[in-house]
């Protein structure tokens, strides 16, 4: 499916269309994990709490694999943003 829809960004950290997903898809990369690789989707600010739902559907549209088969992917920590200003101040309260 050609079109509008393609230039949509799904990865707003890391400017990815929806195009580019559905084309890696094709290419075989069936897992967030591999589309993180190749694209860097998930590897933004928001650590893929952004895209990584819309993602996982593609992957499930594509696949004909249910969301919930699929794998989510690897989280690094931090998974989310910590202000530096809180590491610094150590365990202190």
């Not at 290419?27 to 819309?54: H, I, N, S, W």
């Not at 969301?67 to 365990?91: E, Q, S, Y």
């Amino acid at each position: 499916m050609a079109g509008k829809n393609e230039d949509i960004i799904i990865c707003r950290c890391e400017e990815v269309t929806l195009g580019e997903i559905r084309e890696w898809i094709e290419k075989g990369y069936e897992t967030f994990d591999e589309l993180k690789r190749v694209l860097r989707v998930g590897m933004g600010p928001c650590q893929g709490r952004g895209c990584r739902e819309m993602i996982l559907r593609e992957i499930s549209a594509k696949t004909k694999v249910s969301v919930a088969d699929i794998h989510p992917g690897t989280f690094r920590p931090p998974a989310k943003p910590v202000k530096l200003a809180v590491l610094a101040k150590g365990g202190d309260k």
